[in-house]
């Protein structure tokens, strides 16, 4: 090889070390109600790993079935717990189907869940902790996918599945089974009693993405103390995904107290809102999401459905936002 040969091949593996560095960005992407808005029943977010891999966290209602055209490759369907506006009892027929004070939840996912369903169709791994991975396993195998797709990540443990360590953490909630998933004259007789199914507690997550970056994924709760001990002081979150709906969970001072006491993490998402918490993309004076916004003393991004976020290894959103 002459010198000017080897001078190319090394200006070109110059180029191929280079770009992935530029790249190593965190994209999120709400998969909300209608587009540019945060809307009542908003919880579905994509977080895409620089290396490629895909996580879609608790689809709810808003995603359109595994038919959406949003989802794209779905590698891994993460599950904070059972309720239906998490994993999906129920969903739009489309996007921006209805509108964003009445969104449109007619299509029944029971008694899969939308959860399975787009697992099915994406061949995506279900990773969820406490006692949720067997529901989810005899699922799959109900509707002919493989149950070994559905993953535990135990409090206190973690997974590693296509580059992202994900742990689950404590999320102070409830996680009833809802009859409706289980059919049958055992269903009958639960609905008739108005008792729900146990799969164990429900919880957070903490994803570590390939470039570093640490996110807190709070689910459904109310404030806990792990939230300092293990979400700050142990795996260090620099971006946080805060539920401020209140009633079912932390309202939005309450959310703020978490974010600016005991998680503090560089920059923060709403979440959850239960509510019209944009009109025209701009916060609703007088909304919830109004308060969470104002109360919290790190930067702090509303998951406009469809508008793509980029985080670096730091936490700090470097597009989109
Ligand atoms: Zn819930």
């Known amino acids: 090889m002459n010198l000017s040969i080897r001078l190319a091949v090394l200006a070109g593996f110059g180029v191929a070390l280079t770009f992935p560095v530029l790249a190593q960005n965190v994209k999120v992407t709400p998969l909300g109600g209608i587009d540019g808005e945060f809307c009542p029943q908003d919880r579905a977010l994509v977080f895409e790993d620089p290396n ?4 879609l966290y608790d689809p709810g209602r808003t995603v359109a079935g595994a038919s959406d055209p949003r989802l794209g490759k779905i590698d891994i369907i993460l599950v904070s717990h059972m309720h239906g506006d998490h994993v999906g009892n129920a969903h739009n027929k ?4 209805g509108s964003c004070e009445k969104p449109d939840m007619s299509v029944s996912a029971v008694p899969n869940t939308s959860a399975v369903n787009i697992a099915i169709a994406k061949k995506s ?12 396993a005899a699922k799959l195998k109900a509707n002919s996918g493989d ?3 559905s993953i535990l990540a135990r409090f206190g443990g973690s997974v590693t599945v296509g580059g992202v360590r994900i742990a689950t953490v404590t999320a102070l909630h409830s996680n009833g089974v809802d009859p409706d998933y289980i059919g049958g004259d055992l269903g009958k007789a639960m609905k008739e009693a108005g008792i729900a199914g146990d799969v164990g507690l429900p919880t957070g997550y ?3 993405f390939s470039n570093g970056l640490v996110v807190y ?3 459904d709760t109310g404030i806990v103390a792990d939230q300092e001990a293990v979400v700050r002081n142990f795996y260090h979150a620099k971006l946080a995904v805060m539920n401020m709906g209140d009633g079912f969970s932390t309202g939005p001072v309450e959310a703020a107290y978490v974010i600016n006491e005991l998680v503090k993490p560089v920059s923060v998402i709403a979440s959850h809102a239960n509510e019209v918490g944009t009109v025209g993309g701009k916060v ?3 909304s919830k999401t109004e308060t969470f916004m104002k109360a919290v003393k790190v ?3 509303i998951p406009l459905s469809g508008k793509t976020m980029e985080f670096d290894a730091e936490g700090k959103c470097t597009a989109g936002c």
Do not use: H
Not at 52 to 55: A, L, S, W, Y
Not at 125 to 136: L, N
């Open 217 to 219: 994924l709070s689910g």
């Open 147 to 149: 149950p070994a797709d």
């Open 206 to 208: 903490v994803l570590r």
């Open 299 to 301: 930067p702090a991004y």
């Open 52 to 55: 490629g891999t895909r996580i």
């Open 94 to 97: 489309a996007p921006n189907s």
């Open 125 to 136: 791994k279900i990773v969820t902790g406490s006692e949720m991975p067997p529901f989810f």
């Open 284 to 286: 609703r004076p007088g």
